[in-house]
């Protein structure tokens, strides 16, 4: 079954605009462990908008041995503060898996994936040194990439489908483009010898079709849609619809 790793960026959005330390972002994550997910992940920037380093720390802790842990950000972005720099919380914390991520302060969320060509030897070094620590990588694309063989031999084994574009073109009736680039995008990366993962505003009135579509999707991150479903539903019960969907 395709594994859901639960994002819980919003739940220290929500605490941060309060200070203090609730809602607690440990009790999140094991709360969507026990409804049965299989990964979590943190998307942690220079800026603290949302999750801290000591957030990305003390989930590992917690959730060590359990499920998956998932950290996403981008390895460009310089230490700043109390934020030590992607590679320095990653050798700390040693997590399952790091997805690159091109993004920057001025984003909101992140909103494009790498060039598969322009971007790869920059990576090259990053990809390696995060292979050397124990973590698998995964590389934020965008639908409609399909030449993978430069990131493939770099060491990436993994690639992120952006699908943003999809879930807005979904909401307005009209997916079936937006859905054929990222069946595109999968079916070559899978020919190139790659896992398709896939992640950005996907939901329960989306997912069904996204994963009916992809054969052997091997992950999907969802947050947003799925911390604000589970305002009305409760949070275990929004995980345990979500896996519903994936089976």
């Known amino acids: 079954m395709t594994l859901l790793s639960v994002n819980v960026n919003k739940i220290a959005v929500l605490r941060n605009s309060r200070g203090g330390t609730e809602p607690d972002i440990v009790r999140a994550a094991l709360t969507c462990i026990e409804a049965g997910c299989g990964g979590i992940t943190v998307h ?13 720390r003390a989930l590992a802790s917690a959730i060590r041995g359990r499920v998956e842990y998932n950290i996403e950000g981008n390895p460009f972005a310089p230490a700043r503060g ?16 790091v997805t690159l991520v091109p993004d920057g302060d001025g984003q909101i969320t992140s909103d494009h994936g790498f060039d598969m060509q322009g971007d790869i030897e920059r990576l090259a070094p990053l990809v390696a040194e995060l292979r050397a620590i124990g973590s698998r990588v995964s590389l934020f694309v965008d639908a409609g990439t399909t030449r993978f ?24 009736g009209q997916a079936q483009e937006q859905l054929t680039l990222c069946v595109e995008t999968a079916r070559r990366a ?9 992640g950005h505003d996907l939901s329960q009135a989306n997912l069904g079709t996204f994963k009916a579509a992809i054969p052997g ?6 947050g947003h849609a799925l911390i604000g479903e589970a305002l009305y539903e409760g949070l275990p019960t929004t995980v345990r619809n979500y896996l519903q969907i994936l089976r």
């Not at 942690?44 to 990305?56: A, E, K, Q, S, T």
């Not at 109390?82 to 898996?97: S, W």
């Not at 020919?191 to 993962?197: D, E, F, K």
Request: proline share 9%.
């Open 44 to 56: 942690p920037r220079p800026d603290l908008r949302h999750i801290r380093p000591d957030d990305v």
């Open 82 to 97: 109390a934020y030590p720099g992607l590679i320095e919380l990653v050798r700390e914390v040693r997590p399952t898996q």
């Open 149 to 172: 063989e430069a990131a493939v031999a770099i060491g990436v084994e993994r690639v992120e489908i952006y699908t943003g574009p999809y879930a807005q073109a979904f909401e307005e």
């Open 190 to 198: 899978q020919q190139a010898g790659l896992a398709v993962n896939a």
């Open 217 to 222: 999707l091997a992950e999907v991150s969802i």
